[in-house]
């Protein structure tokens, strides 16, 4: 399906350095912040209390979430769980408040709201827990880069393994930079859309690395960059198709998803859009940098060209 047919290709190549220079730059800048500033850690990994209350009836979590925040609590999370008349409250550690007094604090001025509230549970998630958490996050991340790194190495080969990776974690980066820069709380539903990001931005760079091979099998007296300059352009309306439809969706929660959902759809949204740019401008040029050749990708064959519109000419590895 294609809503467009480009007839000419678009010489992407011609200006690869520009974009590398662009995509360096916001790199060392989100790298800068991140060293500078830091994440804004939430409760799941810096340590606080975590409350368990019940109503009488479906609970009206923005209010709540108000009456807290009024209480002098920032970045309080406040979530449905189970029923809609259970919810959780999470409240960072504040020093020399314990953690029975925050509950106290937050259970009075809920009853002055509703008589009806009771609390089922209440306890502190200490530093240990969060620090386990972090430990945890980042050998997630570990794997899926590595994991990614060795399916790229074993169907392509290893320069487009290191064009792609390169890639995918400047994307990484730029998301925690913007969450470093602008302060946002960086949770693990946050963490979450990262590695999804990382997941989904490779498969651009698949798609891009598949028609690069299909290319060098069929247009044999194009170079390098002309080769990847026709892969790009040949799929242009399937990369609008795909990251149009799923930037929809994530815009749903980022608009009306609520406070719950807001953070995770806004680093989904930054990665989307970063990651197209990186998969079509800097996975692509890294590879042709590294010296990608029709013999890297393909066996021996006929030493004629074949006819881009025959449907039986294609790639073979």
Do not use: C
């Not at 990186?278 to 940098?289: D, K, L, R, Y």
Request: hydrophobic fraction near 50%; avoid cysteine; charged fraction near 20%.
């Amino acid at each position: 399906m294609e809503f467009f047919k480009i007839k000419k290709d678009i010489p992407f190549m011609r200006h690869a350095l520009v974009f590398n220079v662009i995509s360096f730059v916001t790199f060392a800048m989100a790298v800068f912040f991140l060293f500078s500033r830091g994440l804004h850690l939430s409760v799941e990994f810096t340590g606080g209390t975590v409350m368990e209350v019940s109503y009488s009836q479906p609970a009206e979590v923005e209010k709540i979430r108000k009456l807290v925040t009024e209480l002098g609590f920032s970045d309080v999370q406040v979530q449905n769980f189970g029923t809609a008349r259970d919810v959780m409250i999470r409240l960072p550690s504040q020093q020399g408040v314990s953690t029975a007094q925050q509950s106290e604090r937050v259970m009075g001025a809920l009853r002055t709201d509703s008589p009806n509230v009771v609390m089922k549970r209440t306890e502190f998630v200490g530093p240990q827990v969060g620090q386990e958490l972090a430990q945890d996050g980042l050998k997630a991340l570990g794997m899926v880069v590595l994991g990614i790194m060795i399916y790229l190495a074993f169907r392509f080969e290893w320069k487009y393994a290191v064009a792609a990776i390169i890639a995918n974690l400047h994307d990484v980066i730029i998301i925690l930079g913007f969450f470093a820069f602008f302060q946002w709380e960086f949770s693990l539903s946050v963490l979450a859309a990262v590695l999804a990001v990382l997941g989904y931005s490779v498969n651009e760079s698949v798609v891009i690395f598949d028609r690069i091979r299909e290319n060098f099998r069929r247009y044999r007296k194009l170079d390098t960059p002309q080769i990847i300059d026709n892969a790009i352009t040949s799929t242009i309306s399937r990369t609008i198709i795909t990251h149009g439809s799923t930037q929809i969706m994530v815009l749903s929660m980022l608009l009306f998803g609520g406070p719950t959902l807001f953070y995770f759809a806004l680093a989904l949204t930054i990665g989307i859009l970063f990651g197209i740019y990186s998969s079509v401008f800097v996975a692509a040029a890294i590879a042709m940098w590294l010296g990608i050749r029709r013999e890297d990708l393909v066996k021996p064959g006929a030493k004629k060209d074949e006819d881009p519109n025959d449907p039986n000419s294609g790639a073979t590895v």
